[in-house]
């Protein structure tokens, strides 16, 4: 089973392709006649927000991790006490 954080890194990965073929597809959008509809501000502010929206996501991300290594940590000294006074 996939664990949470991975599949967070995975939805990230998949964003920032998509983000860097938007970009791409708006650079090459001035030079291609059946693009010149697309209101290309428009479509920078998404890309803009969506980047934004994946740093945020990233550092919450990262925090998390953070956290999960941190209770982890304190259930591994948990056990370890137990274990200790079992042994007594």
């Known amino acids: 089973m996939t664990e ?11 964003l920032d ?3 860097t073929r938007f970009e791409t ?5 001035a030079g291609r006649p059946a693009l010149q509809g697309i209101e290309s501000g428009l479509l920078k502010a998404e890309c803009d927000k969506l980047a ?13 991790k953070a956290m ?9 000294e948990a056990i370890a006490q137990i ?3 079992l042994e007594d």
């Open 52 to 64: 934004g929206a994946l740093k945020e996501a990233r550092t919450k991300n990262d925090e998390l």
């Open 4 to 14: 949470p954080f991975d599949r967070l890194d995975v939805a990230e990965r998949r």
């Open 17 to 19: 392709d998509a983000l």
């Open 83 to 85: 274990d200790l006074l």
């Open 68 to 76: 999960s290594r941190d209770a982890a940590t304190r259930l591994d």
């Open 25 to 29: 597809a708006l650079a090459a959008a």
